[in-house]
């Protein structure tokens, strides 16, 4: 019997952006059905971190294991087949498009229609207010509005992971607290949660696993000290 029960493992992964190595071997281990967080200063890697798992930035040795399989350097595709969904940093939603037309847009690697309509169901169950803003454009959205469409782009995949960088940047304290109560209702529902948090103090709170990255290393943090 494994030891732990990790969904995704971080292998001495060396990765960068072309010439420029950010990290220099990493180890990582995401427990399944946990929340695990990364914390650190800017600019100490942590975004990728992510991006080594979802091919983003170059990985030039090490692996990334998802259930013991390898998925080093599969496209995002084949990621989001694999039950792995990503949330970037930054501008998530198309503010241009409609909030229906944005789920849609999630829902492009579903090929039946049925089903795709099925789970934009699910997801206006969820959450309600994108039903109600189902033809509204983006633009028009909240900030914890637009989380919950992101979100909501990110579920109809049905994912297992759901991976997210900073979602908490330029919300208020108070949609940053409905936040973290959304990513903690997805941990009970049995999905595994990877985020990068700049909140480093709400990370810890709600992260059943909290790393830190600092001076090009990571290490586990420890509540009651490290
Ligand atoms: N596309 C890129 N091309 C070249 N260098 C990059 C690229 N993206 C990031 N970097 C560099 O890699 C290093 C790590 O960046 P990264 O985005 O992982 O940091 P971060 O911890 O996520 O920072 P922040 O908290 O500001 O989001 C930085 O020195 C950054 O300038
Ligand atoms: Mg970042």
Redesign the pocket.
Known sequence: MKKEDNMIELKNIKAG?GK?E?LHGMNMEIPRGKITAII?P???????VIKSIYNIADVYSGKVLLNDEDITNLQAHELIRHGVAYIP?GKRIFEELTVLENLELGAEFINDKELCETRIKEVFRKYPVLEKRQKKLAYGLSGGERQQLALGRALIQKPEVIIMD?PSIGLSPILQKDLFLMIQELRDEGLTILI?E?NAKKAIEIADKTYILENKKIREVYLGGY
Not at 42 to 48: E, L, R, W
């Open positions: 952006y420029f950010v650190g800017n600019g100490s890697g942590k975004s990728t940093q900073e990068v700049q």
